[in-house]
């Protein structure tokens, strides 16, 4: 059986957060394909704009997309302090 790749977010998403996995333009034996994860914050002239958590930006041709979706947002961290029994 093999993966099908699909293509699921569209200009509309701007806002949400997503995942995506591209095609990345390596030398011979290192991979081809990268993901990001993000909050999608624009798309436009055929380039996505996606913020990571970290704060840091990548910019990804939407001709090297290989697959991409909506994910639901991070759930709230849970604080490591537990109350007394």
């Keep these: 059986m093999t993966a099908a790749y ?10 949400s957060r997503v995942s995506v996995r591209l095609r990345t333009h390596a030398a011979p034996g290192q991979p081809s394909a990268s993901d990001v994860v993000g909050r999608l914050r624009a798309w436009e002239g055929g380039t996505l704009v996606i913020q990571r958590r970290d704060g840091s930006v990548a910019e990804v041709a939407a001709d ?21 029994p």
């Design 6 to 15: 699909r293509i699921r977010i569209t200009p509309a998403d701007v806002g």
């Design 64 to 84: 090297d997309l290989l697959a991409a979706k909506v994910i639901p947002e991070t759930p709230p961290r849970r604080s490591a302090a537990r109350p007394p």
